[in-house]
């Protein structure tokens, strides 16, 4: 990746971010911390990884992703609105009555989300399915799924990565958003992970860990040369990425706050925003 491209993405994951922030000003609360943390992951994704196309969402040979951690949905919907699969306004209903942008992704209302995601640990299994099926039809798509570290204490999370890797699922690459909190605390003081990349390995996966919010290292991870077995990439992330304030905040999985605060929140991406921009120029 030359520092073009670098740059390039590390804007777009700080548009992902303003995004999100601006749904949740719309709305005065939302999932907050594990929505911006994903957001480097999605920038690579949808930003230099992924085959898609905007004007058909339900194209056979797309490549698919499965955001699992289905409350990560308002990340997912700013990238989607960036990349023109509807217009960026839209996203600002979230969570609102009748809205096409619901709190967990949801496939049915929203366009470009290819799987209804928010049980936690079943998100796996259904992309595991569709990486499979993709493979028996001889598509050239990849099935990209995220999990978050707090879901991964789901027995089924581990069912279907033996399944995968078992069945040797080459067109899937699992990343693990290991931002080390959960809706209850952090992930040590609930139920300890130990070492998920060693987990994976153990497992059957080809497996790395990475810096997840650092976009030269997401790609590099996705980008490798494949071989005969799943990837699973653990993302080392921050949860609340990208504000200071939020990132310190020791309950900061689902927020509730005024405009004012989130104004002051907002004013901190752009001004980061602002900062790469000027790089590019």
Known sequence: MDNKQKLELE??????????VEEMKARGFGH???????????AVLYGAV????PKNPQWPDRDKLVSSKGHAGPAVYAALALKGFFPY???LTLNQP??????HCDKNKTPGVDMTTGS??????????????DGIKGRPSRTYLIVGDGESNEGQVWEAAMFAAGKKVKNLFWLIDENKKQLDGTTDSVLPLFDLREKFEAFGFEALRVDGNDVEAVYNALTAPVGDRPRAIVLDTVKGRGIPEVEQMASNHSVTTDAET???WLAVLRAHLAELEERRS
């Open 11 to 20: 804007i777009f994951a700080a548009q992902i971010r303003i995004g999100v």
């Open 32 to 42: 907050l911390g594990g929505s911006l943390s994903i957001c480097d992951a999605l």
């Open 120 to 133: 936690l640990g079943q998100g796996t299994s259904l992309a595991v399915g569709m990486a499979v099926g």
């Open 98 to 103: 009748g809205t096409s942008f619901p709190s």
């Open 89 to 91: 306004e839209d996203i």
């Open 50 to 53: 992924m085959h898609y196309d």
């Open 262 to 264: 989130y104004d002051k």
